[in-house]
């Protein structure tokens, strides 16, 4: 079993990787049990486990916009389920807006967009489940 301490926008989440079995993933977040499903096979390799926590794909937005031709990505910061989305294609926000409301660990997650600009894209829907690091909005 692999532990690590995770700290996600000034939250502490303990994170136990209990068992790693072809593409699901059984872990345990703050003592909340979970099976996570992931897109490809997982080697059994001290680098490919799932290990590697994201604060630092959710925080690279906030470093700069990206270009408005790749559009800046409005990512979750932690696994859960998406209770509500504030906003369609086509619709101005403003950096610091709620865009996506986030159930994660029986809390509720405002997901803000880390720049201003026009919704490009919208990935999710209500009632979706989300895995940390998927992206839920393009804004442009």
Not at 71 to 76: C, I, P, S
Request: charged residues 25%.
């Amino acid at each position: 079993m692999k532990n690590y301490k995770l700290k996600i926008n000034g939250n502490d989440y303990t994170v136990d990787i209990n068992e790693v079995e072809g593409q699901d993933v059984k872990l345990s977040v703050n003592g909340t049990p979970y099976v996570v499903t992931v897109d490809q096979e997982i080697k059994q390799q001290k680098k490919a486990v799932v290990s590697s926590p994201r604060p630092q794909a959710a925080a690279a937005p906030k470093a700069g916009p990206a270009p408005a031709a790749a559009g800046a990505k409005v990512t979750t910061p932690l696994p859960g389920t998406i209770l509500d989305v504030f906003g369609n294609v086509g619709d101005t926000v403003q950096a610091g807006q709620t865009v996506v409301l986030l159930e994660a660990m029986k809390m509720e997650n405002n997901i803000e967009a880390d720049t201003a600009g026009t919704v490009k894209e919208v990935k999710v829907r209500k009632g979706d489940s989300v895995l940390e690091g998927d992206v839920l909005v393009v804004i442009g």
